[in-house]
């Protein structure tokens, strides 16, 4: 259907306007912002696969607005972790394994749709729960933070 489609779609235009007011936020910041975001999409996932008949859609709009504003908090945290000599090598190499990733994704949906038609959801959330731990075991969060300067840059 899809006006589905659409509504799941729109969860999107509003994740943005959340990552805006929280990025910089110092009591919730990158890595905290990033860790709720996944946490929150695996969550929305998981009930997106229980609850098929009542509030899938409900589900399915939260799952994709959170992990829109996952994206987004992943990028400036990761170029941010990396030292300035090393930041676009570092964000590079996360960028192609994330391609990997991406490559790998459509053939373990497809494994996931022989055992059930929202078993992918449980799949993806199960990812994003990793991923929630990732991020948790990150040393520290970036916010607030000068960025490291090379001994180049004072000349």
């Not at 090598?89 to 790998?104: D, K």
Request: hydrophobic content about 50%.
């Amino acid at each position: 259907n899809y006006s589905d489609l659409f509504i799941s779609a729109m969860g999107e235009v509003p994740s943005y306007l959340l990552v805006i007011a929280l990025i910089e936020h110092q009591k919730f910041g990158r890595k905290l912002s990033l860790t709720l975001s996944f946490a929150l999409t695996g969550f929305c996932c998981f009930g997106a696969h229980l609850f098929v008949n009542e509030a899938f859609l409900l589900f399915v709009f939260f799952a994709k607005f959170f992990a829109c504003s996952s994206f987004s908090f992943i990028y400036p945290l990761t170029s941010e972790l990396y030292h300035t000599n090393c930041r676009t090598t570092g964000l590079g190499f996360a960028s192609g394994i994330s391609r990997i990733g991406g490559v790998l994704m459509p053939w373990i949906t497809i494994w996931a749709l022989k055992i059930s038609p929202t078993f992918t959801f449980v799949t993806f959330g199960a990812f994003c729960m990793i991923a929630t731990v990732a991020v948790m075991l990150l040393p520290y969060d970036t916010t607030g933070k000068e960025l490291d300067q090379d001994d180049d840059d004072d000349n």
